[in-house]
């Protein structure tokens, strides 16, 4: 069985390394490489996108509960990349300007190219975003907080 040291040099070298780097200059994870042909796979799904926005946001945590740093500078190694990643997932909410029933207002649709709402992709991202917001605004209280920080701490 693996050992807390183990996961958590799992956890840091995906943190310091993979979700930096696997992250375009439009918010875009590159979904899908094969090492064996050496290229990025054409295919893309928004529920991956906020499962992996979601994860960052909780190694960020594990980090400040192992290192008893402030949230934000756990956050300081991939807050870029998280940032592009909210900027994406915020790109494919319904807003007002759709041409469509009002009913899907406020829904996520899988990509930019693909109109698809489903209620695993909202449910998914509008989960990220809560715990990015309680994060930002200090309401954050995940497993192991004694004291609620400051905003910005």
Same mark, same amino acid.
């Given at each position: ?20 780097? %696997? ?35 909780? %190694? ?55 109109? %698809? ?19 930002? %605004? ?16």
């Amino acid at each position: 069985m693996p050992d807390p040291e183990q996961l958590l040099a799992a956890i840091r070298l995906a943190k310091n390394h993979y979700f930096k780097k %696997t992250m375009d200059k439009r918010g875009r994870f590159i979904y899908e490489y094969s090492l064996s042909q050496k290229k990025k796979l054409p295919r893309y799904n928004m529920l991956r996108h906020a499962g992996t926005v979601y994860a960052m946001l909780q %190694t960020a945590e594990l980090t400040r509960k192992n290192t008893y740093v402030p949230l934000m500078q756990a956050l300081e190694p991939i807050q870029q990349a998280i940032h592009a990643g909210i900027e994406f997932q915020l790109q494919m909410q319904v807003k007002g300007d759709i041409k469509h029933s009002r009913k899907w207002l406020g829904g996520f649709m899988e990509s930019l190219e693909k109109d %698809t709402i489903r209620i695993d992709y909202t449910q998914h991202n509008i989960s990220g975003l809560i715990l990015y917001h309680q994060i930002l %605004t200090g309401e954050f209280s995940g497993p192991g907080r004694r004291r609620r920080d400051p905003p910005g701490v």
